[in-house]
């Protein structure tokens, strides 16, 4: 299998080259922008499987198939994207969520592999899901939660809540109370209900309110800390990969 990583920021790059190494897969080659990989499919084979990032460092990475006819098989690695998650599952592509789960890479390769056989269709329109980048379909976002408390059901507003988190495989909703409710949904879940205006995903446990926000430090590895308001049980840290979508989304 040949595999091509797509990535602007290197130590993400590398960590990816590093996981697919421990499940015996060898990706030979790792570019970094826009420009680097229309001139690198111009001049070589193209790849069996591709990771492609959406937002390189020179622009978004479909601009590449603007200007090349690829028919690799994408696996797309996203920090964030609302509406391209969408558009994956209408197309039937597998994408991976920064940071980067191991047991999700392996999942992704043993997919491309059992589809193989079959011959199945593993290009794509991109037109589609670029159309729904620049042009997002209108949605309704959750505006509240019902929670069970005892024998009562609880409403919980949006705007009321801190952040949501996952701990020992349950989901909470933490709010200005002060107080976490179980919810049924899981964090994956939670994804299509929450406004991604509003709401971000920092890391694999960490869904926050922006409006909940009290200070945001720099911390280590350029990753950044984040303290918000009534929510003090633990440190909220932006990982790495995600840092750079986190920026853009305060804006």
């Given at each position: 299998?040949n595999v091509?990583?797509?990535?602007d920021?290197?130590?993400?790059?590398?960590?990816l080259?590093?996981m697919l190494?421990?499940?015996?897969?060898?990706?030979?080659?790792?570019?970094?922008?826009?420009?680097?990989?229309?001139?690198w499919?111009?001049?070589?084979?193209?790849?069996?499987?591709?990771?492609?990032?959406?937002?390189?460092?020179?622009?978004?990475?479909?601009?590449?198939?603007?200007e090349?006819?690829?028919?690799s098989?994408?696996?797309f690695?996203?920090?964030?994207?609302e509406?391209a998650l969408?558009?994956?599952?209408?197309?039937?592509i597998?994408?991976?969520?920064?940071?980067i789960?191991?047991?999700?890479?392996?999942?992704?390769?043993?997919?491309?592999k059992?589809?193989?056989p079959?011959?199945?269709?593993?290009?794509?329109?991109f037109?589609?899901?670029?159309?729904?980048?620049?042009?997002?379909?209108d949605?309704v976002y959750k505006?509240?939660?019902?929670?069970?408390?005892?024998?009562?059901?609880?409403?919980?507003?949006?705007?009321?809540?801190d952040?949501?988190?996952?701990?020992?495989?349950?989901?909470?909703?933490f709010t200005?109370?002060?107080?976490s409710?179980?919810l049924?949904?899981?964090l994956?879940?939670?994804?299509?209900?929450?406004?991604?205006?509003?709401?971000?995903?920092?890391?694999?446990?960490?869904?926050i309110?922006v409006?909940?926000?009290?200070?945001i430090?720099?911390?280590?590895?350029s990753r950044?800390?984040?303290?918000?308001?009534?929510?003090?049980?633990?440190?909220?840290?932006?990982?790495?990969?995600?840092?750079?979508?986190f920026?853009?989304w305060?804006e």
């Open positions: 299998m091509l990583i797509i990535e920021e290197k130590p993400s790059a590398r960590r080259k590093r190494g421990t499940i015996g897969v060898t990706a030979e080659v790792m570019l970094h922008s826009v420009e680097e990989s229309i001139e499919f111009q001049n070589n084979v193209h790849p069996d499987v591709i990771f492609l990032d959406i937002q390189l460092s020179d622009g978004l990475s479909f601009e590449i198939f603007d090349v006819t690829i028919n098989a994408i696996i690695t996203t920090a964030y994207d509406y969408q558009a994956f599952k209408l197309n039937s597998d994408y991976l969520l920064k940071p789960d191991a047991k999700e890479l392996e999942d992704a390769i043993s997919k491309y059992e589809r193989i079959k011959q199945t269709n593993l290009t794509v329109d037109n589609d899901i670029k159309n729904l980048l620049t042009n997002p379909i949605r505006k509240r939660f019902s929670v069970k408390v005892g024998q009562h059901i609880k409403l919980i507003n949006n705007e009321d809540v952040c949501f988190y996952s701990e020992n495989k349950a989901t909470y909703a200005k109370e002060k107080r409710y179980v049924e949904q899981s994956d879940q939670l994804e299509m209900d929450l406004d991604p205006q509003t709401f971000f995903r920092v890391n694999r446990k960490f869904y309110n409006n909940a926000i009290l200070d430090v720099s911390y280590s590895n950044l800390k984040i303290k918000l308001h009534h929510y003090t049980d633990e440190e909220i840290i932006v990982a790495r990969e995600r840092v750079k979508d920026k853009l305060l």
